[in-house]
């Protein structure tokens, strides 16, 4: 649109705010139908596409609350920029204290990717060392525990962890290499 194009319609919303605040209801109507236009227009680089029909509302329901407050004698532009400037930055700060998503009850814990391709195709961990294949096959195969790991084998808690660790990443690291994972 070209300024003069512009100023015409500042012009017509002046007159139509004026008309509104003197009573008209059918010039309120139009009115606040341009003004949704605009601020469709306005607000359609400036906010994520589910918020922008709610920023319109809010900003056409402050002007209902606030238009006693316009004084006809100048320009509505201003006024109506400021109350659109207002409630885009109440619409930013909005999205700043929502999560995108929630945070899962997974979070910090370790990824088990490793063991879920050793465990579904591990039936010969004689590819492994032996302190690693006799840890391997009681708890990922036979789903024993670190404790009954600990009593079939004497090893510390801590080694048994280790040992089934690096099994398993071993063997991950032999599936792929084969081809064989999922």
Same mark, same amino acid.
């Given at each position: 649109?070209? /300024?003069? !194009?512009?100023?015409?319609?500042?012009?017509?919303?002046?007159?139509?705010?004026? !008309? !509104?605040? +003197?009573?008209?209801?059918?010039?309120?109507?139009?009115?606040?139908?341009?003004?949704?236009?605009?601020?469709?227009?306005?607000? $359609?680089?400036?906010?994520?596409?589910?918020?922008?029909?709610?920023? $319109?509302?809010?900003?056409?329901?402050?002007?209902?609350?606030?238009?006693?407050?316009?004084?006809?004698?100048?320009?509505? +532009?201003?006024?109506?920029? +400021?109350? #659109?400037?207002?409630?885009?930055?109440?619409?930013?700060?909005?999205?700043?204290?929502?999560?995108?998503? @929630?945070? &899962?009850?997974?979070?910090?814990?370790? %990824?088990? &990717? %490793? &063991?879920?391709? +050793?465990?579904? #195709?591990?039936?010969?961990? !004689?590819?492994?060392? @032996? @302190?690693?294949?006799?840890?391997?096959?009681?708890?990922?195969?036979?789903?024993?525990?670190?404790?009954?790991?600990?009593?079939? #084998?004497?090893?510390?808690?801590?080694?048994?962890?280790?040992?089934?660790?690096?099994?398993?990443?071993?063997?991950? %690291?032999?599936?792929?290499? /084969? &081809?064989?994972?999922?």
């Amino acid at each position: 649109m070209s /300024t003069e !194009a512009d100023n015409a319609l500042g012009r017509d919303l002046d007159r139509l705010m004026a !008309a !509104a605040q +003197a009573g008209d209801v059918d010039a309120y109507r139009t009115l606040l139908s341009e003004l949704a236009v605009w601020l469709r227009r306005y607000y $359609v680089t400036r906010l994520p596409p589910a918020m922008i029909e709610d920023a $319109v509302q809010d900003v056409l329901l402050a002007i209902h609350e606030k238009r006693h407050t316009y004084d006809p004698k100048r320009s509505l +532009a201003p006024w109506l920029a +400021a109350i #659109t400037r207002y409630k885009w930055i109440d619409c930013l700060r909005s999205l700043k204290s929502e999560a995108a998503e @929630p945070l &899962g009850e997974y979070l910090g814990k370790a %990824d088990h &990717g %490793d &063991g879920v391709i +050793a465990g579904t #195709t591990c039936q010969q961990p !004689a590819e492994l060392q @032996p @302190p690693r294949a006799e840890v391997v096959r009681p708890v990922k195969l036979e789903s024993h525990g670190i404790e009954e790991a600990f009593r079939a #084998t004497g090893r510390l808690p801590a080694l048994i962890k280790v040992n089934f660790h690096r099994g398993i990443r071993r063997l991950a %690291d032999i599936i792929r290499a /084969t &081809g064989d994972a999922f």
